[in-house]
């Protein structure tokens, strides 16, 4: 009875605070739609209703059973890291600068490891769980909330790591989280703004709906969330203007949330990690003079 009471408690947090991250950024978004669409703003807000009840679904199930398993994984890696004595960087470096320093040097740092772990979910064993991401065919800054509990583990996994690598205090840790979340709310918003000069620097709205593009020519590019200098170094940045293409993944189109999330469990999802391992054996036998 006492393990029923605390599960229903954690439960109703979990939805309050799920409710609240959305509730919060809500007058925001919608003043700067009403803003820029005025009236064409409700069409495209009926049009977007499928698409965002899937990414509320998502958001409200990932509140309750994905977050605290995160969390749980989160501890679990920051007590593996202090007793294995994992650090690259004593974590006395940063106690020497100023708070406001640190905190953007963990945004910055934390947008270097997006970047890689983006590039890396792109490929072809995690783009089954990446591509639930890309599925929003109307996508609006609620599109922020739709991500495969895989996903999830591999931006947990990958980008954590490297934080607690750095010996970033925990302060600078949250800083960065906040930050990446709300810009990557704002970047997934449905804004016509490429941002002029400033888009060398910056990711802008319309720059990540072009990674969002239905169109072939816009794959493997600007997978930043904050810094468009990762890609520009990198040689993945491309904003030809702004994005006007359809949006979403072939094979995910018009699939509900239950289908999307079985999506990374079916063999055929992985066809073309299959194709891809089976040329490179391919290859391998050529290369070894093999049958
Ligand atoms: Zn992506
Ligand atoms: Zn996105």
């Not at 605390?6 to 978004?29: G, M, Q």
């Not at 890689?116 to 995690?126: C, K, N, S, V, Y």
């Not at 990557?184 to 319309?206: C, E, M, N, Q, R």
């Amino acid at each position: 009875m006492h393990l029923l009471n605390a599960l229903f408690d954690h439960v109703l947090e979990a939805l309050r605070n799920a409710f609240v991250a959305v509730v919060i950024p809500l007058p925001f978004f919608g003043l700067l739609a009403f803003a820029i669409k005025r009236r064409q703003l409700f069409e495209d807000i009926r049009r977007a209703i499928p698409e965002s009840r899937i990414n509320l679904i998502i958001h409200f199930t990932d509140a309750i059973v994905v977050a605290p398993l995160m969390l749980v994984l989160s501890v679990a890696m920051g007590d593996a890291f202090a007793a294995y004595d994992l650090l690259l960087v004593p974590p006395r470096l940063w106690e020497g600068l100023h708070p406001v320093a640190v905190g953007l040097a963990a945004v910055f740092l934390g947008d270097f490891m997006g970047y890689w772990r983006h590039r890396i979910e792109h490929t072809p064993f995690l783009w089954p769980s990446h591509a639930v991401h890309h599925s929003d065919t109307e996508m609006t800054w609620l599109a922020i909330f739709r991500f495969h509990p895989f996903n999830r583990l591999s931006t947990t996994v990958l980008d954590y790591a490297f934080l607690l690598a750095l010996g970033l205090p925990a302060y600078a840790v949250v800083i960065n989280g906040f930050v990446r979340h709300f810009y990557g709310a704002f970047i997934h918003a449905d804004l016509p703004w490429t941002y002029g000069p400033l888009k060398l620097v910056f990711v802008s709205p319309a720059m990540h709906r072009w990674h969002h593009s239905i169109d072939p020519a816009a794959y493997n590019a600007n997978f930043a969330t904050v810094f468009s200098l990762f890609d520009r170094v990198f040689g993945t940045f491309r904003v030809p203007g702004v994005c006007s293409t359809p949006l979403g993944v072939p094979e995910l189109v018009a699939q509900g949330a239950l289908t999307q999330m079985a999506h990374p469990l079916r063999p055929s999802s992985y066809r073309y990690l299959r194709r891809r391992l089976a040329r490179s054996g391919r290859a391998l036998r050529a290369f070894a003079n093999l049958p």
